[in-house]
């Protein structure tokens, strides 16, 4: 049974998210202050938090960070903030996915199921030959998982690995932003598609020598973006 951890001040939302997410099976535990959820979340080992932004004590976008230095267990923030930048800091901080309040229970349960889904197909793979992707500078192990760039190792979240690999294995074909959230995410954008873009420039980030002439992920303007060998 898949362990979830909501860190989340508002008891009557918290017991909300607990008592859809346990009727799906999920075993679920509640912490309303943000110190004690970032304590249990780096000590504790759970299959994803859903993270609330607006904590006392420790607000979310700083659990986000503590626990992405250590742990690749999916993040899914919410947050009553319907900003951008604010979708943009989260995510930029290592989150997998971002859901605004009010929101459907059953939203959330797609996701916290799409996600955990993806991740145990991913720590399931088979270790007996590692499946290596290399293009130009770019290798990329899809058995353990790291990525080299001119011969140096770069960090990649969850996400940033899955959308490089994606793109990567599929050369020269431009995908929409709607696609690459649908294969990525396992679910449909449902009109918000912000993830993708940030995703894209953080991986631009770590791979690209120059991010306003990218060599690798180009966008086509008006359609998505492509992968260029």
Not at 22 to 42: K, M, P
Not at 120 to 149: C, F, H, P, Y
Not at 203 to 218: D, H, L, V
């Amino acid at each position: 049974m898949s362990k979830v951890l909501i860190i989340e001040d508002e008891v009557a939302i918290a017991d909300l998210e607990k008592d859809y997410l346990e009727l799906s099976g999920f075993e679920v535990e509640i912490e309303n202050s943000g110190d004690v959820g970032l304590e249990r979340a780096l000590q504790e080992e759970f299959d994803m938090f859903i993270l609330d932004l607006m904590l006392p004590g420790v607000d979310g976008f700083e659990i986000c960070k503590k626990i992405r230095e250590m742990k690749n267990t999916p993040i899914l923030m919410v947050s009553a903030k319907k900003d951008d930048i604010d979708k943009i800091r989260g995510l930029g901080l290592g989150a997998d996915d971002y859901i605004t309040k009010p929101f459907s229970p059953s939203e959330l349960v797609a996701r916290v199921k799409a996600h955990l889904a993806r991740y145990e197909r991913l720590i399931g793979s088979s270790q007996q030959e590692n499946d290596v992707i290399e293009i130009r500078s770019i290798k990329i192990d899809k058995t353990a998982r790291r990525v080299w760039v001119h011969e140096e190792e770069k960090a990649f979240t969850t996400k940033e690995f899955d959308l490089l690999t994606f793109l990567a294995e599929n050369p020269n074909r431009v995908f929409t932003k709607e696609e690459l959230f649908r294969e990525i995410w396992d679910m449909e954008s449902i009109g918000d598609i912000a993830t993708v873009t940030v995703h894209i420039k953080k991986i631009r980030e770590k791979i690209e020598i120059n991010t306003a002439k990218p060599q690798y992920i180009e966008t086509i303007w008006g359609v998505g973006y492509r992968f260029k060998v």
